[in-house]
């Protein structure tokens, strides 16, 4: 009878699928109330990132205490990077919507150059969400900066999470607003799978 080699990986049936299915709809849902004072929404992000990441890299989800930990750690560094980020949004969310409506000038060719503009920082902040995550949930500057140089070193990438972001603002339309946690989880997941790559090291700011 012939042994069965140790090293050979188990395989995944859909009882693996369903269950992080399932553990990532919980992120969603944990980044969701984590983020309802609105300015620890960065803190949340960057824990719940941190989380995805220590389940692709490890296998396993952290626990409890970690991540109260990460996310009460990241809360002072969060604020002012929500509020930057929501400012952002809403500039371009209003730019956005002038040119559509044809309040502004510039017509169909300005409101595609916005659209891709507005979709380039998207992934490029998608990009930061990751690195942030793969430092353990803080170092938002150096973040900033490791994404910025894997934009340049792999456009492909870029385009990638940007796509991610694009599918996942679309998706937010469509969706009743009871799946958004969900939908958030998920969306955190692809961003790290498309951006999966040998991590850029940084240090916290």
Do not use: K
Request: aromatic fraction near 4%; hydrophobic fraction near 55%; charged fraction near 15%.
């Amino acid at each position: 009878m012939n042994a069965v080699p140790q090293d050979v990986p188990a395989r995944r049936d859909w009882r693996d699928v369903l269950r992080d299915a399932a553990d990532l709809a919980l992120v969603g849902f944990a980044l969701v109330v984590g983020a309802l004072p609105v300015v620890t929404a960065g803190a949340a992000l960057a824990t719940a990132s941190a989380a995805v990441h220590d389940r692709i890299t490890d296998g396993g989800w952290p626990d409890a205490r970690t991540t109260l930990r990460r996310y009460v750690r990241g809360l002072p560094a969060g604020v002012p990077v929500t509020l930057a980020a929501l400012a952002g949004a809403v500039l371009l969310g209003a730019d956005l919507a002038a040119l559509a409506t044809g309040r502004v000038p510039g017509g169909a060719p300005a409101l595609l150059v916005t659209g891709v503009v507005t979709a380039a920082l998207a992934g490029y902040a998608g990009l930061v969400v990751v690195e942030v995550g793969r430092a353990g949930g803080r170092g938002w500057r150096a973040a900033a900066r490791a994404a910025a140089r894997s934009c340049l070193a792999r456009p492909g990438g870029w385009a990638a999470t940007s796509g991610v972001c694009c599918v996942a603002g679309v998706l937010t339309a469509l969706v009743i607003p009871v799946a958004l946690p969900i939908l958030a989880g998920y969306a955190l997941a692809a961003l790290h799978a498309v951006a999966r790559r040998p991590a850029v090291a940084v240090e916290p700011s």
